[in-house]
Each structure stands twice: as C-alpha cells, then as structure tokens.
T-cell receptor
C-alpha cells in the first residue's frame, strides 16, 4: 500500500517568509509525528498527534512553529517568519496507534532551505 | 535528560568484514529499542526492533542486535557486510510506560568499500 508522503520535497524560501509543509500518513494510522533532521545530527522530535489532537508539543523549538492535523489524516507544519537556522530536512512519520509499541513509518522528507 | 549515544559517527569497512555499531541509552526504565537505516536517496526504514522477549533480535538483510539491559546497550551487528549496506544507521529509544516520542542517536554513516 501507499506509504507516508510529504510535499513539497524541496522548499527554498527567503528569511522572514512563512512556509507550510504537508504530510499524508499511511491510511488508518492514528499517530503522526514530525521530526527535524539538521546536517550531521540525529532526528529531533517536534510534535506528535494522536488523531487530531497533539498530546505532545514539547519539541516545537519556538512559537514560530505550529502544526495541525485535520480529519485524523493530513497534517501541516507551519513555520512563520523563517530563519536560516530553520534550514533542515523535516520528516513526517506515522504509526498505527501510538509510539509506545508501534513501528513508525517515515516519509521522504521536505528539505527546507532558508536563504 | 534521556539521551542515545552512537559512538561511531563514520565507519569504513571492506566487503565481508564484520560490523558492530554501538548504541547506548541513558534511561533507566523499561524501553523499546529500534535501529533504523537510511540508504542513499531513500526514506528512513526500520531495520529491527526490540520490545520484549529474546534480547537477541534479528532484522532484515542479515542484521541483528542484542539488548544488554545491564549495559544500557543495543548494539547492531552483521557478520559479513556487503557494498549495499552503505547507509546511515540510527538507533532510537522510547519509554514503554508513556506515550512518548522516540529519542534518537546522531547516526552512524557506514561506507563499505567494494
């Protein structure tokens, strides 16, 4: 079946502009996660959704970052007033129910470059 | 704070060499343990995982990992590597008693010389 998809695959933006990143999880997966991968670093957790609610937003680095999920499916991660340090690959993953025991399946990522 | 340490950031081996990649975590409670792999140009994918039971876990492509609770370790092994194993390998841990996110190691870039 279809895996996790993300769009766009690449995004180049100017400092100060807002960007929206989209994630389509695997159908039927109730849990959805956003991570950030900076050059030479491991994955940094950003936010986790269970259905449409976000029980854990602890990883969002600042109030410029927000995310929503509608209909228990598609999620968008919005970064307002982008800064150069926001440049990274943003990864989305989904799992059947929750992170405690489920395998997370990853999308291809969106590479964000802030000039 | 919880952390996951992968000791080797870059490893270069020749084909047929044996591989062991180290992973240690800091959390003292009950954990789930994962190794993910990212081949060049591809998504992150699960290599193997440990939730409970036999601490020696076998994964895809001949990989295995051993959970040693007393050492807080979950090292990845393969007896004989192939050129196609060139990839970046990530260890990740989460706490079983809470619905929390994976904590990731920084990754190990493995290059296999043909």
């Amino acid at each position: 079946g279809a895996g996790v998809s993300q769009s766009p695959s690449n995004k180049v933006t100017e400092k100060g502009k807002d960007v929206e990143l989209r994630c389509d999880p695997i159908s039927g997966h109730t849990a959805l996660y956003w991570y950030r991968q900076s050059l030479g670093q491991g994955l940094e957790f950003l936010i986790y959704f269970q259905g449409n609610s976000a029980p854990d937003k602890s990883g969002l680095p600042s109030d410029r970052f927000s995310a929503e999920r509608t209909g228990g499916s598609v999620s968008t991660l919005t970064i307002q007033r982008t800064q150069q340090e926001d440049s990274a690959v943003y990864l989305c993953a989904s799992s059947l129910s929750g992170p405690s025991t489920d395998t997370q399946y990853f999308g291809p990522g969106t590479r964000l470059t802030v000039l | 704070a919880q952390s996951v340490s992968q000791h080797n950031h870059h490893v270069i081996l020749s084909e047929a060499a044996s591989l062991e990649l180290g992973c240690n975590y800091s959390y003292g409670g009950t954990v789930n343990l994962f190794w993910y792999v990212q081949y060049p140009g591809q998504h992150l994918q699960l290599l193997l995982k440990y939730f409970s039971g036999d601490p020696l876990v076998k994964g895809i492509k001949g990989f295995e990992a051993e959970f040693i609770k007393s050492k807080f370790s979950f090292n990845l092994r393969k007896p004989s590597v192939q050129w196609s194993d060139t990839a970046e390998y990530f260890c990740a841990v989460n706490k079983r008693d809470s619905n929390y996110q994976l904590i990731w190691g920084a990754g190990t870039k493995l290059i296999i010389k043909p």
